[in-house]
């Protein structure tokens, strides 16, 4: 076991080498907490380190360590790592997530298309020469913004997607458990995503399944997301009340917002929690949220710095507490 300090809390980011959980390790560590930033892949999570030190000069206060969620002996050597060092673990924040599609081919198209259409009518407008001109201002009526509805699912995609969203939040919070035990206030965070409000899912054996905080078990949220990846590879995702786009994310999302319920209502000592950041830029949407990275992070390090005796086993939309 590693010599704890009784007062220096320390804390874990998932996928913390940009976005969201990269801006969370700098709040965290503006406060004064000992932060493992963690990344899958090696090389970016050590550029984001430097990059950290560069900027901020965190020195002692960040640390890197790999962790891949959906990688069980990743997952074990980096609570090794924190036992080691550590001693305990304060606050985990699971924030490693997948949209579950490969954007980046539909984007370029319409970037291509938005970058055709913005040439085509700028030549144009000199020729025109009108006070139609507003009509061919940048923007105008061929937007680059997502059509989420148009991307495709695969099996494996969706298979993906429940895999890093929701077990590989689940299984880094169960090998975390013993470690957070140990803390005074230990914290978790889920980062989450208001995509899965059990609104969305009109299935109503699943919606009652994760709603039913009493007598909901992992075994049960499995079982919800087996009949779905069923549904899904049997083409009947409309006919069976699932979300039929952005559909793999709704639903590991939703798992993930039970969970965060059952293990409220299982350890009463934990003060567990889940957020949606609302929609802010990040690569996950190619960049086309509305908020920036760092008003996203603000809350969910609102939430990690809860004091004792804060509520434990809500949804948060950004700051407010919302349903579920
Ligand atoms: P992002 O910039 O794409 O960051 C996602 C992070 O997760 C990256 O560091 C990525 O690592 C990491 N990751 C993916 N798979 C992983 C795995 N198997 N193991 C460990 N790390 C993994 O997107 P973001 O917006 O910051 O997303 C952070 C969280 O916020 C996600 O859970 C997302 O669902 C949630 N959220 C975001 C929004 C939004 O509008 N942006 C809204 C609601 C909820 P790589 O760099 O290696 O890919």
């Known amino acids: 076991m590693g010599m704890a300090d009784a007062k220096q809390r320390y804390a874990v980011v998932t996928g913390a080498n940009k976005g969201i959980g990269l801006e969370t390790v700098k709040g965290l560590a503006s406060n004064g907490i000992k932060v493992v930033l963690t990344a899958r892949d090696v090389k970016r999570g050590y550029q984001a380190v430097e990059e950290l030190k ?13 962790l891949d969620v959906t990688d069980p002996s990743s997952v074990a050597s980096l609570v090794e790592f924190v036992k080691i060092k550590f001693g305990r673990l304060d606050i985990l924040v699971n924030n490693a997530g997948i949209s579950g599609f490969n954007t980046d081919g539909m984007v370029s198209v319409h970037i291509f298309f938005y970058t055709l259409s913005v040439l085509f009518l700028s030549i144009l407008k000199s020729f025109l020469k009108n006070d139609l001109g507003f009509l061919f201002t940048p923007g105008f009526g061929c ?79 499995d079982e919800v997301l087996k009949e779905y990846m069923k549904d899904l590879d049997d083409g009947l995702l409309e006919k069976k009340g699932w979300p039929t786009y952005l559909s793999a994310y709704m639903v590991s999302k939703a798992a993930m917002n039970s969970y965060t319920r059952l293990l409220a209502y299982r350890h009463q000592k934990l003060c567990i929690n889940c957020v949606c950041p609302g929609s802010v830029k990040t690569d996950i949407n190619r960049n086309t949220g509305i908020l920036s990275v760092e008003n996203g992070a603000a809350s969910v390090v609102r939430l990690a710095l809860l004091p004792n005796g804060s509520p434990s086993g809500h949804f948060f939309t950004r700051q407010e507490v919302s349903s579920f």
């Open 54 to 66: 560069r900027e901020f000069g965190f020195s002692d206060l960040v640390v890197f360590h790999q």
């Open 143 to 221: 937007h680059p913004k997502i059509n989420w509805k148009e991307l495709p699912q695969t099996y494996e995609m969706a298979e993906k997607c429940l895999t890093t969203n929701y077990y590989g939040a689940k299984e880094t919070t169960e090998a975390f458990i013993p470690l957070l035990q140990l803390s005074n206030l230990p914290m978790i965070v889920n980062v989450s995503s208001e995509a899965g409000l059990l609104k969305y899912i009109s299935n109503e054996w699943a919606r009652s399944v994760l709603d039913d905080t009493e007598n909901l078990t992992e075994e049960l949220i």
